[in-house]
């Protein structure tokens, strides 16, 4: 299935001065990066840093960009918090959801900075058409969310920003959600009836 259009992907939310900011943090922060998986192609940077105090230049996108998706009053997610992934070739991210605090819903905002070929995100088995510069929304405690692995050199890193939520806000966005998915699977089922 090629990658489909999706109702929480602001285009070029961030201009180039933003992704240069991470690229340059990616490196300034190489050796502390983790590996998250047994094939070393997948790794991650924990950031408590995004605060007033800290990196104000990510805190500010994280604020505009929670307000652009009018996430309101959140609580940064404690064990996730925010992240920057950095994929190699052959790296993925495996299906799976985020836990929820109580009363709350886990969503993320990912923004892509660097990007190798392949490596698409995939929300509940639909892969999503992103670019450098763009950001989604990610309902992650209640979409299965993933990537397809990279394909050769280079490498893919995207920062997300990670929010707990007023459940009943999450649920109201999680509705969007499938109202697209059943909209994309009802265009799949089209498709295939028409190739029949």
């Not at 995004?50 to 805190?59: A, I, K, N, Q, S």
């Not at 923004?111 to 990610?138: F, K």
Request: contains cysteine; glycine residues 8%; negative net charge.
């Amino acid at each position: 299935m090629s990658p489909k259009s999706y109702p929480f992907v602001i285009r070029n939310a961030v201009d180039q001065s933003f992704v240069d900011h991470v690229i340059r943090l990616i490196g300034d922060h190489q050796d502390q990066f983790e590996v998250n998986g047994d094939e070393g192609s997948r790794k991650f940077l924990h950031m408590d840093f995004v605060t007033p105090e800290g990196d104000r230049v990510l805190f500010d996108t994280k604020e505009a960009l929670a307000e652009r998706y009018e996430l309101g009053s959140y609580v940064v997610p404690p064990k996730l918090k925010d992240f920057i992934g950095y994929l190699t070739e052959g790296g993925f991210i495996h299906p799976h959801r985020d836990q929820d605090l109580a009363g709350k819903r886990h969503v993320r905002i990912n923004v892509l900075v660097s990007r190798a070929a392949g490596c698409v995100p995939v929300l509940d088995d639909v892969p999503i058409d992103v670019g450098v510069g763009d950001a989604w929304l990610n309902l992650a405690s209640v979409c299965r969310h993933a990537t397809t692995p990279v394909e050769g050199p280079g490498f893919r890193s995207a920062i997300s920003f990670g929010f707990q939520i007023e459940q009943k806000r999450g649920d109201a966005l999680y509705e969007i959600h499938r109202n697209w998915l059943a909209g994309v699977r009802q265009e799949s089922i089209e498709e295939i009836l028409k190739e029949a």
